[in-house]
C-alpha cells in the first residue's frame, strides 16, 4: 500500500477512535466540570519553559514554551480530584537563529510552532498514586504565530531576530490524547518519596510513551494543594513514535525541512517547589537528550528552566 495512502487512513482510524471516546466521555466531563467549578477550589497557573532563561542568550532546539492553566479541584480526605483546560504555545528553532536558510545543517532543527487549547482531568489520592488523562486540539505552523510572537520578544529584549521562519513547518490541524499514570509511591520517611509513573501522547502532532520516577524531599503534602517546601528530582525516558516538530505534519507533504527523530529521548529535571495559599512557585532545570537522529548528543542536548506559577484565592 502506497506510504500516503496508509497515513491517511491511520489518521482517519484515529480521527474516528478519538471522536468516539471523546463523545462518550464529554456530557460526564461536563457535569463533572461542573460541579467543580461551582463547589471546588480554582486556581490559576502560568507555566514558562524557556532556554534564554539559562542566561547564555541562545534560542536551540524547543526554545520556548508558555501554558496558562484553570482548574477547579474537590477534596475529600483520601484524595483530590481537578478538572481544567488549559491553552498553550511551544517554539522550536535550529541551533542558531542567526543563520539563513541556506546555512542550516542537514541535522539541525527545523523551524516549527504549535499552538493548543484542551481539557483534562486529574485524580491525586494521600497515598501518593495519581492519574491524568487530557486532550489537546490545536495547530502547527504558521497557524500557530510562533515567528510572530518570538521576533517582537526579540525586539522587545534587543536581541538578534530568526532569520529562517521562512522555512518552518507547514500549517496542520492537530489533536494529542494524552495520560498519565503513577500506580505505586514509596514513603521511606516523612520528609521524602519516590514515585515511578508511565505516561503517553497519541496524535498527529506526537505520538510516545514513557515512563519516570520522581524523588521529593523536604516538607511534603499529602495531596497536591496542601502548603510545602520541598526539592525534587525527575528522570524520565520516552520512545518516540511520531514528533512533527522535526517530521512535519502527519498528513502535510513538502515541507521544507524535516528531519529523522532519535527514537529514545532522556530527560532530567531538578527543581525546588514551594507553595502557601492563595500562592505557588516551582523552578527547575531540565536536561533534554538529543531529539535528531545524525546529530552529535554534545550538540543535540539542552537545557532550559522551568517555572510554574499558581494562584488559588
Same mark, same amino acid.
Given at each position: 500500500?502506497?506510504?500516503?495512502?496508509?497515513?491517511?487512513?491511520?489518521?482517519?482510524?484515529?480521527?474516528?477512535?478519538?471522536?468516539?471516546?471523546?463523545?462518550?466521555?464529554?456530557?460526564?466531563?461536563?457535569?463533572?466540570?461542573?460541579?467543580?467549578?461551582?463547589?471546588?477550589?480554582?486556581?490559576t497557573?502560568?507555566?514558562?519553559?524557556?532556554d534564554?532563561?539559562?542566561?547564555?542568550?541562545?534560542?536551540?532546539?524547543?526554545?520556548?514554551?508558555?501554558?496558562?492553566?484553570?482548574?477547579?479541584?474537590?477534596?475529600?480526605d483520601?484524595?483530590?480530584?481537578?478538572?481544567?483546560?488549559?491553552?498553550?504555545?511551544?517554539?522550536?528553532?535550529?541551533?542558531?537563529?542567526?543563520?539563513?536558510?541556506?546555512?542550516?545543517?542537514?541535522?539541525?532543527?527545523?523551524?516549527?510552532?504549535?499552538?493548543?487549547?484542551g481539557f483534562?482531568?486529574?485524580?491525586?489520592?494521600?497515598?501518593?498514586?495519581?492519574?491524568? @488523562?487530557?486532550?489537546?486540539?490545536?495547530?502547527?505552523g504558521?497557524?500557530?504565530?510562533?515567528?510572530?510572537?518570538q521576533k517582537?520578544?526579540?525586539?522587545?529584549?534587543?536581541?538578534?531576530?530568526?532569520?529562517?521562519?521562512?522555512?518552518?513547518?507547514?500549517?496542520e490541524?492537530?489533536?494529542?490524547?494524552y495520560?498519565? @499514570?503513577?500506580?505505586?509511591?514509596?514513603?521511606?520517611?516523612?520528609?521524602?518519596?519516590?514515585?515511578?509513573?508511565l505516561?503517553?501522547?497519541?496524535?498527529?502532532?506526537?505520538t510516545?510513551?514513557?515512563?519516570?520516577?520522581?524523588?521529593?524531599?523536604?516538607?511534603?503534602?499529602?495531596?497536591?494543594?496542601q502548603?510545602?517546601?520541598?526539592g525534587?528530582?525527575?528522570?524520565?525516558?520516552s520512545?518516540i513514535g511520531?514528533?512533527?516538530?522535526?517530521?512535519?505534519?502527519?498528513?502535510?507533504?513538502?515541507?521544507?525541512?524535516?528531519?529523522?527523530?532519535?527514537?529514545?529521548?532522556?530527560?532530567?529535571?531538578?527543581?525546588?517547589?514551594w507553595?502557601?495559599?492563595?500562592?505557588?512557585?516551582?523552578?527547575?532545570?531540565?536536561r533534554?537528550s538529543?531529539?535528531?537522529?545524525?546529530?552529535?548528543?554534545?550538540?543535540g542536548a539542552?537545557?532550559?528552566?522551568r517555572?510554574?506559577?499558581?494562584?488559588?484565592?
Amino acid at each position: 500500500m502506497h506510504y500516503t495512502k496508509l497515513k491517511l487512513i491511520t489518521g482517519c482510524l484515529l480521527l474516528a477512535v478519538s471522536a468516539q471516546s471523546s463523545a462518550e466521555g464529554m456530557l460526564r466531563y461536563l457535569d463533572d466540570f461542573n460541579a467543580a467549578k461551582s463547589e471546588g477550589k480554582s486556581t490559576t497557573l502560568l507555566g514558562i519553559d524557556n532556554d534564554s532563561l539559562m542566561f547564555n542568550r541562545k534560542d536551540r532546539f524547543y526554545t520556548g514554551g508558555m501554558r496558562i492553566t484553570q482548574q477547579y479541584t474537590q477534596r475529600d480526605d483520601s484524595q483530590t480530584r481537578t478538572y481544567g483546560w488549559r491553552i498553550g504555545q511551544d517554539m522550536y528553532t535550529p541551533s542558531d537563529i542567526k543563520l539563513p536558510p541556506q546555512s542550516i545543517g542537514q541535522y539541525d532543527h527545523p523551524y516549527a510552532g504549535w499552538l493548543y487549547d484542551g481539557f483534562f482531568k486529574e485524580v491525586h489520592r494521600v497515598d501518593g498514586t495519581s492519574s491524568k @488523562i487530557g486532550l489537546d486540539v490545536g495547530c502547527m505552523g504558521p497557524c500557530s504565530g510562533a515567528e510572530k510572537v518570538q521576533k517582537n520578544f526579540h525586539r522587545l529584549l534587543n536581541q538578534p531576530l530568526p532569520q529562517g521562519w521562512s522555512t518552518q513547518m507547514k500549517s496542520e490541524v492537530g489533536a494529542i490524547i494524552y495520560g498519565d @499514570i503513577a500506580p505505586v509511591s514509596w514513603k521511606p520517611s516523612s520528609w521524602a518519596d519516590v514515585t515511578p509513573d508511565l505516561h503517553g501522547r497519541f496524535g498527529n502532532i506526537f505520538t510516545d510513551v514513557g515512563g519516570g520516577v520522581t524523588l521529593r524531599a523536604g516538607d511534603l503534602p499529602s495531596l497536591p494543594d496542601q502548603a510545602t517546601l520541598h526539592g525534587f528530582m525527575r528522570l524520565d525516558a520516552s520512545a518516540i513514535g511520531y514528533n512533527a516538530m522535526l517530521q512535519g505534519g502527519y498528513f502535510s507533504r513538502n515541507n521544507p525541512r524535516t528531519v529523522d527523530p532519535k527514537r529514545w529521548v532522556g530527560e532530567a529535571e531538578l527543581g525546588l517547589a514551594w507553595n502557601h495559599a492563595p500562592y505557588g512557585v516551582s523552578a527547575s532545570v531540565i536536561r533534554r537528550s538529543k531529539e535528531i537522529r545524525g546529530l552529535a548528543n554534545s550538540i543535540g542536548a539542552q537545557n532550559f528552566v522551568r517555572l510554574i506559577f499558581s494562584y488559588t484565592p
